[in-house]
């Protein structure tokens, strides 16, 4: 499915099936482009809730998408083009499939990109959530030691900018 004619062909065979959308996606995922990966999987995800659960059930998707939308997120953050953007697609790549993400040792960098990010937004209380879970994410992975004082860094620097009495915008 790595050959785009035959992505293309696929989709042109069948548009209103969610196979062809979901291959797209990895391949898109697999090129780095996430933004073009995560509107693949979107269509794949509508389409899907039209199929019989049994054909759903073959296609694991969640695990990829999870994946492609925390790829996508790193992406915003090395363009520098806006945290908000970042966390929203963190965000959505933890509820698609948070074990995935804690399986294969993503979490501990998304808790950390996001608590800088909501430092940077004066968000305090958010980012220390996002520290503890990290912390909590590093504890379940077992190999994240430098993360974890990493961690402690952000739970120390929330502790003193709130004691400086900085409050959120």
């Known amino acids: 499915l790595e050959n785009p004619e035959h992505l293309n062909a696929m989709l042109k065979a069948n548009p209103e099936r969610f196979e062809p959308y979901l291959a797209l996606a990895v391949h898109l995922g ?3 482009d996430m933004d073009g990966a995560i509107s ?23 695990s990829i998408y999870s994946l492609c939308l925390a790829v ?6 090395v363009k ?6 970042a966390l929203r697609l963190f965000q959505r790549g933890i509820g698609m499939n948070r074990p995935f993400l804690a399986e294969n040792g993503h979490l501990p960098n998304i808790y950390l990109c996001m608590a800088g990010i909501y430092l940077d937004l004066r968000r305090f209380d958010r ?11 590093c504890g379940a992975a077992q190999r994240f030691s430098s993360d974890k004082k990493l961690f402690e860094q952000v739970l120390q620097r ?7 009495g900085n409050s959120p915008k």
């Open 80 to 85: 520098g083009d806006g945290g908000v953007n």
């Open 30 to 32: 697999k090129r780095g």
């Open 127 to 137: 980012a220390e959530e996002c520290a503890k879970e990290g912390l909590v994410a």
């Open 72 to 77: 996508a997120g790193f992406q915003h953050i």
């Open 40 to 62: 693949a999987f979107e269509k794949a995800d509508e389409l899907s809730e039209k199929a019989p659960l049994g054909v759903r059930r073959q296609y694991e998707y969640e």
């Open 158 to 164: 929330v502790s003193r900018l709130k004691g400086k």
